[in-house]
């Protein structure tokens, strides 16, 4: 307001020195020679026009201007007060990882006050943090230095008083126009809690699984008990509700396993336990488990093996588990009369290659970054295969991963997915 008082202030002035210039020339000039006085005031008077329209431009844009900093000020001012006043811990350091900034997030979740961090190297022992091996801090700082990558992870860390916490760390390196890191910026989550909850999430279905499991066994005995005639003949409407009965109880023993699966994974009690084990022979007796299922859908399944494969060192319950899940969902997702190629070939000296590959409805781009994720299925595979769980894929990825493997996909949709396991030869040790 200072400001634009001064302006108005000038603007008065230039105006009236202008007005004064103007008068006594046409009082000077009326005294002494009427001619004169006539062209000299015409003159005087574009002059002073010109001027004040220079002078008006002028203004106009040193206002606009004003109020366009005054804006970005303001902003930043906002912007400044919510990252102050936000939960999340935020910290920005140099290129070395000196403090520079902490938010009062800080304070909350570790218990040190901004004053007493500020120039002190993050990460350090007497700070929050440094609980991790020499290898996750030279991975850390490969990512964000080296190759100026986003760095995300959970871990365990310690506050001020020594408590415990679960942290949800991000950091992201902020690059000048020459493309070299100027500075960080680090956001620090207190997940504890949510930890906690799903833990007590992931318990809870591994019990109800466990209980559900004897029942479900039950019927299914009885029901192939049925089905087979023991206790006597059944008739046709019979046989019928039999048949339903023991399908849906294999859909649902199906999704306990699954369930389990999860829950030994989620809380790490999921063991691998590998032996040496023919691939083939192993795939062949897996085709022969899904064989009623593509005879159901009229799919011809196309094999294509390297030989000789190496023996390779398995966990055979999990591969099953593995190869099951991507054969299954080949056979679903294909077109009625469809061909699916599973391929397994060396992967270097050290892994082998496992391809999986339909002409299905494929995946929707929108979904495809989510298809890891638990309980999580596409659109369009809702409404091919509505009793599906969502969990096959999950477990899949999850598997692969503790057998230090890697698994990938390729998509379009209504034109087929192809899915790619590399696993090592031999199990990595513990």
């Known amino acids: 307001m200072l400001f634009r008082k001064k302006i108005i202030i000038f603007v008065g002035l ?3 020195g202008f007005l004064i210039l103007l008068y006594s020339s046409f009082i000077f000039r009326i005294e002494t020679d009427q001619v004169i006085y006539q062209y000299d005031v015409n003159i005087l008077l574009y002059i002073s026009i010109s001027l004040f329209i220079v002078v008006l431009i002028l203004v106009g844009r040193l206002m606009k201007a004003f109020a366009k900093a005054q804006q970005s000020l303001q902003d930043l001012q906002k912007f400044k007060l919510a990252v102050d006043n936000a939960s999340d811990c935020i910290s920005i350091t140099d290129k070395d990882g000196i403090i520079l900034y902490v938010n009062g997030g800080m304070e909350k979740i570790t218990g040190f006050k901004p004053e007493e961090v500020l120039g002190k190297k993050i990460g350090s022992k007497d700070l929050w943090g440094g609980d991790m091996s020499l290898e996750f801090y030279q991975k850390l700082w490969t990512a964000i230095k080296t190759k100026k990558q986003k760095f995300s992870v959970e871990f365990n860390n310690h506050r001020q008083n020594g408590e415990e ?3 949800a760390v991000s950091i992201s390196p902020i690059l000048d126009e020459a493309g070299e890191v100027k500075f960080f910026v680090s956001i620090d989550r207190d997940i504890t809690v949510v930890k906690r909850i799903d833990l007590a999430k992931t318990e809870f279905v591994s019990l109800a699984s466990h209980q559900l499991r004897t029942p479900l066994t039950f019927v299914k005995w009885y029901s192939e008990m049925l089905l087979n005639d023991d206790v006597g003949p059944l008739g046709k409407d019979q046989r019928d509700f039999t048949q339903e009965i023991y399908n849906s109880n294999e859909r ?3 999704l306990v396993d699954s369930l389990l699966d999860v829950s030994r994974l989620d ?3 999921l063991k691998i336990k590998g032996a040496p ?3 083939l022979k192993a795939i062949k007796d897996l085709i022969k488990d899904v064989g009623p299922l593509m005879i159901k859908k009229k799919v011809k399944l196309i094999e294509k093996y390297d030989r000789p494969l190496p023996i390779i060192e398995l966990d055979k319950r999990l591969f099953f588990v593995i190869i099951q899940n991507l054969l299954t969902n080949a056979i679903k997702y294909s077109k009625m009369g469809g061909e699916i190629i599973l391929e397994i070939k060396c992967d270097g000296a050290a892994n082998v290659l496992i391809k999986v590959a339909d002409k ?3 995946i929707p781009i929108k979904d495809q970054a989510r298809i890891f994720d638990k309980l999580f299925r596409a659109d369009n595979a809702r409404k091919i295969e509505p009793d599906g769980n969502g969990l096959g894929l999950y ?3 999850s598997v692969v991963k503790q057998c230090q493997g890697k698994f990938w996909f ?7 997915s192809t899915f790619y396991i590399s696993l090592p030869i031999k199990l990595p040790k513990k």
């Open 14 to 16: 230039v105006l009236g």
């Open 267 to 269: 809380l790490g009690t």
């Open 252 to 254: 649902m023993i199906d």
């Open 165 to 167: 916490f679960v942290a």
């Open 277 to 279: 084990t023919d691939i």
């Open 395 to 397: 477990i899949v990825n």
């Open 410 to 416: 390729e998509s379009k949709e209504n034109a087929g």
């Open 360 to 362: 299905g409805c494929g």
